[in-house]
């Protein structure tokens, strides 16, 4: 009896200083993790820069929670086995930033992107270039397809302005992501496929602009990509990037005024990423070398009257309500030129039309 108490007594000693090991070794590692300079923001910034093929798009940069949850969606997606995605928000915010992030990240980075945006192009269009990635109206002619053209893995197929798909084109593509092919012999990525949308998913399922099958076959892998004005103080942080650059593409040592970055914190954005960066591109070059940016009435007159109580009125409005009263406004700024309001906006003069378009302006 007493031999066996002997043996027993150790074998506890050993396993109470095992796990007093193991709960030092915890508490140094927290000691560590609580004496790291670096904040979780700057971390995962550092390793999601690290890990890029190129620098972290400007669309994609800061160091808010918004848009750090976005780069940890892209780099999921783009080490997923289908890699799949459906890419939604307003524009100008980075949605194509985002696609092309995937795929620069991705076993595909290699292979070219295949990309058509339906706002530009008719539904015979849009058939051909379906058809031509293999994406084919019956499961025979797919096969076929696959078989005859491709034995290994295929481009990302890309479509921008998936709600404009008319509800067959979209029925078929949600075949072809989850109906099997007799006989294939090329892994899933030979199905990569990525939509972006520029309305709300559940809008556009109720609106009958989305089919619900595509939703589900895209379901896991939705980006939501936030407004500029979600994004905390990441306009401020992009700013100042944008300048850093021209900076080192010009030779010249040009810094924002205090007037200027206040203004820019303040202003809500709504042409988001794509707008805050043709801004700081006209004050720029507008800029003698050596003097501050300011604000400046001809080219940004929507900075003037920025503040936090335009922010304050414009919350709760929806996108397009935003949209339309910016486009309204920019307009009335430069006496209906719509070269120059396009110009202004940082889009296309046929973007424009479109969006005058579709706000019956």
């Not at 053209?149 to 921008?160: A, E, I, N, Q």
């Not at 892998?221 to 700013?239: E, H, T, W």
């Not at 005058?356 to 302006?361: M, Q, S």
């Given at each position: 009896?007493?031999?066996?108490?002997?043996?027993?007594?150790?074998?506890?000693?050993?396993?109470?200083?095992?796990?007093?090991?193991?709960?030092?070794?915890?508490?140094?590692?927290?000691?560590?993790?609580?004496?790291?300079?670096?904040?979780?923001?700057?971390?995962?910034?550092?390793?999601?820069?690290?890990?890029?093929?190129?620098?972290?798009?400007?669309?994609?940069?800061?160091?808010?929670?918004?848009?750090?949850?976005?780069?940890?969606?892209?780099?999921?997606?783009?080490?997923?086995?289908?890699?799949?995605?459906?890419?939604?928000?307003?524009?100008?915010?980075?949605?194509?930033?985002?696609?092309?992030?995937?795929?620069?990240?991705?076993?595909?980075?290699?292979?070219?992107?295949?990309?058509?945006?339906?706002?530009?192009?008719?539904?015979?269009?849009?058939?051909?270039?379906?058809?031509?990635?293999?994406?084919?109206?019956?499961?025979?002619?797919?096969?076929?397809?696959?078989?005859?053209?491709?034995?290994?893995?295929?481009?990302?197929?890309?479509?921008?302005?998936?709600?404009?798909?008319?509800?067959?084109?979209?029925?078929?593509?949600?075949?072809?992501?989850?109906?099997?092919?007799?006989?294939?012999?090329?892994?899933?990525?030979?199905?990569?496929?990525?939509?972006?949308?520029?309305?709300?998913i559940t809008q556009a399922i109720a609106d009958g602009?989305?089919?619900?099958?595509?939703?589900?076959?895209?379901?896991?892998?939705?980006?939501?990509?936030?407004?500029?004005?979600?994004?905390?103080?990441?306009?401020?942080?992009?700013?100042?990037?944008?300048?850093?650059?021209?900076?080192?593409?010009?030779?010249?040592?040009?810094?924002?005024?205090?007037?200027?970055?206040?203004?820019?914190?303040?202003?809500?954005?709504?042409?988001?990423?794509?707008?805050?960066?043709?801004?700081?591109?006209?004050?720029?070059?507008?800029?003698?070398?050596?003097?501050?940016?300011?604000?400046?009435?001809?080219?940004?007159?929507?900075?003037?009257?920025?503040?936090?109580?335009?922010?304050?009125?414009?919350?709760?409005?929806?996108?397009?309500?935003?949209?339309?009263?910016?486009?309204?406004?920019?307009?009335?700024?430069?006496?209906?030129?719509?070269?120059?309001?396009?110009?202004?906006?940082?889009?296309s003069l046929k973007t424009l039309y479109n969006r005058?378009?579709?706000?019956?302006?």
């Open positions: 009896m007493s031999t066996s108490k002997n043996h027993s007594v150790p074998d506890q000693d050993r396993d109470n200083t095992s796990e007093a090991s193991e709960l030092k070794r915890s508490a140094e590692q927290a000691q560590a993790t609580d004496n790291d300079d670096l904040s979780r923001q700057d971390k995962h910034h550092q390793n999601y820069q690290k890990s890029s093929v190129s620098a972290i798009p400007l669309s994609l940069d800061g160091m808010s929670d918004a848009i750090i949850a976005v780069r940890s969606t892209i780099a999921a997606i783009a080490s997923s086995e289908s890699l799949r995605a459906l890419v939604f928000g307003p524009e100008g915010s980075g949605r194509k930033a985002v696609v092309a992030d995937i795929h620069r990240r991705s076993a595909l980075a290699s292979l070219p992107l295949h990309y058509i945006d339906a706002h530009q192009c008719s539904a015979v269009d849009v058939d051909a270039f379906l058809i031509e990635n293999g994406i084919a109206p019956d499961e025979d002619s797919l096969a076929s397809l696959y078989h005859s053209k491709h034995t290994d893995l295929r481009p990302l197929v890309v479509v921008s302005g998936l709600e404009r798909l008319t509800p067959a084109q979209q029925w078929r593509i949600a075949c072809h992501l989850t109906k099997p092919v007799a006989d294939r012999k090329i892994n899933s990525l030979s199905r990569a496929f990525a939509g972006i949308m520029g309305c709300d602009r989305l089919h619900s099958g595509l939703h589900e076959a895209l379901s896991t892998g939705f980006i939501s990509v936030p407004a500029l004005v979600a994004r905390g103080d990441d306009a401020l942080y992009l700013a100042r990037r944008v300048v850093a650059a021209l900076n080192s593409d010009s030779g010249a040592s040009k810094q924002m005024s205090a007037e200027l970055e206040s203004r820019i914190g303040n202003y809500s954005w709504p042409g988001n990423v794509a707008e805050l960066r043709h801004t700081i591109h006209e004050l720029y070059h507008q800029t003698a070398n050596g003097s501050d940016i300011e604000p400046n009435t001809l080219i940004a007159p929507r900075l003037l009257s920025a503040s936090d109580a335009t922010i304050e009125k414009l919350v709760g409005s929806s996108y397009w309500t935003v949209q339309k009263l910016l486009i309204q406004e920019t307009l009335a700024s430069v006496g209906g030129d719509k070269r120059r309001a396009a110009s202004l906006l940082g889009i005058l378009r579709d706000f019956d302006l």
